[in-house]
């Protein structure tokens, strides 16, 4: 494994379990880190940047403007060969997972780490 892991992130509270997950994913695997925020409208990349300095997590971040926010996590994951996707979830409204999680989950070209609203992590 050596390339990145790929950490789609949104303003939303679920996002700051995703980036913590991603960021301790690749610290141990000592993997470049790449938080994707897919916009669909200009000005929601300062909400992305402001959820990642109060995560305080460093690593690149790539804003992407598409319809379908797991369309081009996809395509992101192959172009860039990704070791992972992590992805934070909303709730359930598919069985299990959010629909842009489970439609990653299925379509990755890699491992997807889905991290759930409730999720604390243990201090080190």
Do not use: K
């Not at 679920?14 to 690749?26: C, E, F, P, T």
């Not at 993997?31 to 300095?53: E, K, M």
């Not at 192959?78 to 070791?83: K, L, V």
């Not at 069985?95 to 491992?111: N, Q, Y």
Request: charged letters at 25%; one cysteine or more.
């Amino acid at each position: 494994m050596y390339g990145p892991v790929i950490c789609g992130i949104d303003d939303s509270s679920s996002a700051v379990g995703a980036i913590r997950v991603a960021r301790d994913l690749a610290e141990r695997l000592e993997l470049p880190l790449v938080y994707v925020h897919i916009v669909d409208r200009r000005g929601s990349d300062l909400r992305a940047a402001q959820t990642l300095r109060e995560a305080h997590a460093d690593g690149e971040l790539v804003v992407e403007p598409a319809p379908y926010a797991a369309d081009r996590l996809v395509e992101l994951a192959e172009e860039r060969d990704a070791s992972f996707v992590v992805l934070g979830t909303h709730g359930p409204r598919s069985s299990l997972l959010g629909s842009v999680s489970a439609d990653v989950s299925r379509r990755a070209p890699c491992p997807v780490l889905v991290v759930p609203p409730t999720f604390a992590p243990i201090p080190a």
